[in-house]
């Protein structure tokens, strides 16, 4: 989702590079064409998943109904991955997503249209007789954040032990299953993400815990602003 974005008293865009800097943008079925012309590849984007909390343009926290595709940041920042900042220019401007191309941030209300719009799912980007989505289907249903979400709930339950042998099942499955199949299918490791969505180990911190690993291992500790 997107950021909030500045507001500014211009009609017109002066190249300023903020909207960039905020996010790359969500995908929606128009853009399919853009992996169809070898624009965008699976490597470009990473799926943000069913049940995933995400801040939306109204800087409101919110829990996502469906999945939803995005572009990539630079490396640990939010910037568009093909956001050249020297200057200030898209790197694919002429073949920009259609959120891209409705966001005038003097005015939203095209985008915000656009945003109502069908979004881009996976299975759009992924061939039906490709293996591969047998394994992504497991791992929907393995490691479903309503599954997380139910796990965490439990550790102030009467079981709390039970509820960290399940966050635990959960982190192992997520963090095998995407070197295996990198190494098992020769693919490349920053496709995982569109594949599998955002590891777990990283997306666990929506629920106020953070996780040490080592090997194997896995430590699960209160984030610090959940400690007493």
Known sequence: MMPEIRTVSQTQCIRCGTCCMKGGPALH???ATLFAKGILERTHVYTLRKGELVRNIDEVFMVLEQEIIKIK????????MFYEDEKTACGIYENRPVECRALKCWDLREFKEVMTRPYLQRKDLVKPDDGILKVMDAHERRCAYEI???????????????????????????????????????????????????????????????????????????TAHHRD
Not at 73 to 80: F, L, N, P, R
Not at 184 to 199: E, H, T
């Open 29 to 31: 079925e128009e853009d």
């Open 148 to 222: 997380l979400d139910s796990a965490v709930k439990g550790l102030e339950g009467p079981d709390p032990q039970k509820a960290v042998e399940v966050i635990l099942e959960l982190l192992q499955y997520d963090n095998y299953v995407r070197p295996f199949l990198t190494k098992k299918l020769n693919l490349d490791p920053s496709i995982m993400d569109f594949f599998f969505g955002r590891p777990l180990t990283t997306t666990i911190h929506m629920f106020g815990l953070c996780v040490k690993q080592e090997g194997d291992t896995f430590t699960l500790s209160p």
């Open 73 to 80: 940041g630079q490396g640990e920042a939010w910037t568009c």
